[in-house]
């Protein structure tokens, strides 16, 4: 935290900075107490109090944020491992196949590619996690590339000439200067997963995907499914925003 | 000009400290080498300057000293080891580095942009710390900028703190890339008599590179004027370059008006200055009135309480005594640095009132005057004997006006 408080205190705007950091969760906090008080007012009946109680929410919830979180991590270690291999001289002639791959993962769209590893593999956790991982795999490896790519070269050459090695200058120059990019592309990712991952209840990942296909299917509109699409979308803000405070507490400072 | 003699003879028994031999550079996909077949010596504690046309391939010459560009063949000396083949970043960790776009790392503190290389030669922080305050002292930058970031600093602070990095490590060799390249022509021209002043502190073999004849003359103990491929057309001091040049390439390189351009090879501290009576703002009419009466000149030179010049006074100007000091005559302009050539001193001088210039330390305090009649004494001993100037061309004496347009030009063919 103390990064955070350093990071408000630099700058014009420190107020502005403040409002952004707690604007968003304490909006996120007042939707999920309307979403409350709104079922509160109602009468439930048997089907929608076995879809709508706090064991369920939470346990659906967790399974949706492990789902996201879970492929998240996967994808930003592939992803950017990938990225940097391909911006090296040694693999250039490579780089253009790699990305073509990526791309079609990411053209599939995303319940066709849930249901592509459900038929050749299986029903479940696992499967879904990998499906996340190859549909969000191209925004990471894009931004990875295009973060090292946009270091200044005469950076680097001033690097080189001074006695870096090339691996210092990676972990050193190159990746700090490419930190805010590559961390823009981990949270789209971050939103794709979470969004796709609603989808992994047709596959059996769970999630509050199942909250939602259980109220279309039972006809339960006006309340299983505003719960169901109310959390999925205060949830997705939710880590959008974490993924903005990340943003800036990760950025090198003097960028 | 006796200085240059004597800095001149030290070179001639100085150490070689680089030495380039049969260097050539094909790169790949052309036929035509980069450099080729290039051999020099650099002796050590000599600024030797590479200079010549666009695609001459000086920069890749100068890179090829730290290998940042491998060479196709040929070898190259460091301080008399062969460091062709030797580890390229050990290597470079001996070698300072200045580039023209100074690349200094935005994301590190100006102190962290410094102490790159002593980290990675492992020193312990405190000597690290002390260093760089050392550095930040030596470059003239405030200690307090220690925790800023690159961003936050001009264009002509950058490019100092550029060289403090270079020097970090105290490298016995620095390679400079066009460094005063990116800034504008006053810190330009600031910065490079900066880096004179502690280069005579510093003492280090520097390989400069360059396109502009000016800052080569300036700049260069020796210059090396290179054509395409890195041949070289002439290597020797600026004075013999100007005064003999090699070949017609050479010439045209230099441009016209070479003899006004000699003059920025001699320095005002080279030549004596005049005797001038001074007096101070505090002292009284009378004694200023003595002053005068007792010297041969016309009018004394009045020099504040840190001995800075402020007013010409004559013996008219205090007949009337009820004038204050600071208001009588007219105010000391003119001002010249002790280390300015003379070409910029003749520039001020025709410039100023009197025709003289107050010459003074770097901080602004009296040292001397010199007038007009000392200046052309000094451009009477450059000229050649009579029988040698009358085959000159014409061209060279030129009107001044032509000449320092030419010069601004940067020195192109006439």
């Known amino acids: 935290m103390t990064t955070l408080q350093k ?3 630099e700058g014009p705007g420190g107020a502005a900075r403040l409002l952004r950091y707690l604007g968003m969760p304490i909006f996120l906090g007042l939707a999920c107490l309307a979403l409350y008080l709104y079922i509160s007012s109602k009468e439930l009946d048997s089907i929608e109090q076995r879809n709508i109680n706090a064991e369920v929410i939470i346990q659906q919830t967790a399974r949706l944020v492990q ?9 930003v270690i592939l ?3 990938a990225g940097i291999l391909l911006t090296r001289p040694l693999t250039r002639r490579v780089t253009p196949a ?3 791959i990526a791309n079609i993962g990411q053209a599939v769209p995303s319940i066709g590619l849930l249901a592509l590893f459900a038929l050749t593999w299986d029903f479940g956790f696992w499967p879904a996690i990998v499906a996340l991982v190859a549909y969000s795999f191209l925004s ?4 990875t590339m295009v973060g090292l790519q946009q270091v200044d070269r005469s950076t680097i050459e001033a690097a080189r000439g001074m006695g870096m090695t090339k691996m210092a200058v990676l972990f050193r120059i190159e990746l700090p200067l490419a930190v805010p990019i590559i961390l823009a592309g981990v949270r789209t990712a971050l939103i794709i997963n979470v969004g796709t991952a609603t989808l992994g209840t047709f596959i059996g990942a769970g999630g509050l995907g199942e909250m939602i296909n259980n109220a ?6 006006d309340t299983v499914l505003i719960v169901g699409s109310g959390l999925v979308a205060i949830l997705a803000l939710f880590i959008d925003w974490l993924g903005s405070v990340a943003e800036d507490i990760l950025r090198p400072r003097g960028l | 000009m006796t200085d240059r ?3 001149e003879q030290n070179r001639q028994t100085a150490e070689t400290m680089i030495r380039l031999e049969n260097l050539s550079k094909v790169f790949p996909g052309q036929d035509e080498p980069a450099v080729d077949d290039l051999s020099m010596e650099i002796y050590e504690g000599e600024i030797v300057v590479l200079v010549g046309p666009s695609g001459c391939g000086k920069t890749t ?8 560009i491998e060479p196709t063949s040929g070898k190259i000396f460091l301080e008399g080891e062969d460091v062709t083949k030797a580890n390229p970043d050990n290597l470079r960790r001996r070698i300072g580095y200045v580039i023209q776009q100074i690349g200094l790392f935005p994301h590190m503190t100006i102190a962290d942009n410094i102490a790159t290389v002593p980290r990675m030669l492992g020193w312990d922080k405190k000597r690290i710390s002390d260093r760089v305050d050392e550095l930040l002292e030596t470059v003239g930058i405030d200690p307090s900028y220690r925790e800023r970031y690159p961003k936050e600093l001009s264009g002509g602070q950058r490019q100092r703190i550029g060289v403090a990095r270079a020097m970090a490590a105290d490298p016995p060799v620095m390679l400079m890339d066009e460094p005063f390249g990116a800034v504008d022509p006053i810190t330009r021209d600031r910065l490079q008599d900066e880096f004179l002043r502690l280069q005579g502190e510093i003492r280090k073999t520097i390989v400069f590179v360059t396109h502009d004849i000016d800052e080569a003359i300036k700049m260069g103990d020796r210059i090396a004027i290179l054509k395409q491929h890195s041949k070289i057309a002439q290597y020797d001091t600026p004075e013999r370059i100007l005064t003999n040049p090699a070949d017609e390439f050479v010439q045209d390189f230099i441009g016209s008006g070479p003899s006004i351009k000699r003059l920025s090879l001699s320095r005002i501290s080279d030549i004596e200055t005049a005797d001038w009576p001074v007096a101070r703002l505090t002292d009284g009419h009378q004694h200023v009135r003595e002053k005068v009466q007792n010297s041969s000149r016309d009018y004394v030179l009045l020099l504040d309480d840190r001995d800075q010049p402020r007013r010409w006074v004559s013996i008219e100007d205090i007949e009337h005594g009820d004038i204050p000091l600071e208001e009588t005559g007219w105010p000391a302009v003119a001002i010249v640095e002790a280390n300015s050539s003379l070409y910029n001193t003749l520039d001020t001088m025709i410039t100023s009132y009197k025709g003289s210039a107050i010459v003074v330390d770097e901080e602004g305090r009296y040292q001397g005057v010199v007038d007009f009649e000392t200046v052309l004494e000094v451009i009477n001993a450059m000229r050649p004997p009579e029988q040698e100037r009358h085959m000159r061309p014409p061209e060279q004496e030129q009107p001044r006006e032509r000449t320092e347009r030419d010069l601004r030009a940067g020195g192109g063919g006439p």
């Open chain 2, 61 to 68: 010459t100068m890179k090829m000293i730290n290998r940042i």
């Open chain 1, 98 to 100: 790699i990305v073509g």
């Open chain 1, 79 to 81: 992803a950017v491992t």
């Open chain 1, 216 to 221: 279309l299917r039972l006809g339960r509109y």
């Open chain 1, 67 to 75: 789902l996201a979180a879970v492929s998240t991590v996967i994808v």
């Open chain 1, 7 to 9: 990071a408000s205190r």
């Open chain 2, 5 to 7: 003699a004597t800095e």
């Open chain 1, 140 to 143: 990471i490896l894009r931004n």
